[in-house]
């Protein structure tokens, strides 16, 4: 767990910011423009901030879900999660458990 990073960036007067204005259930907000593994950064100090919260992010492809998960790893220490894509769509998966 990188606890200084993430206590860096909850520094920041644009998470601050942020933090101040997160939409309630249902709602949304959309942040864009974090270089590199900053995205990362930003969910694991949400997750920091506001631990009754669920996070949730989807990929569009597995190698992206794993940057992610590799990511997040690091700065949550181990407390994340991948749910992997399904291999068909509805009634077209095999196994009704899975579906």
């Known amino acids: 767990m990188l606890p200084r990073l993430v206590e860096a960036f909850s520094g920041l007067a644009p998470w601050r ?4 204005v997160l939409p309630g ?4 907000i959309a942040v864009g423009g974090l ?3 900053s995205p ?5 100090a949400l997750a920091d901030a506001f631990p009754q919260r669920v996070v949730l992010i989807v990929t569009s492809a597995p190698p992206e879900a794993e940057r992610w998960l590799s990511d997040l790893d690091v700065l949550l220490g181990g407390a994340v999660r991948m749910f ?5 769509l509805g009634e077209e998966e095999p196994h009704f458990e899975i579906a």
């Open 35 to 37: 270089p590199g593994s």
């Open 25 to 28: 259930r249902g709602d949304r």
């Open 40 to 44: 990362a950064v930003l969910v694991a």
């Open 17 to 20: 910011a942020l933090r101040d």
């Open 84 to 88: 992997p894509q399904r291999e068909a």
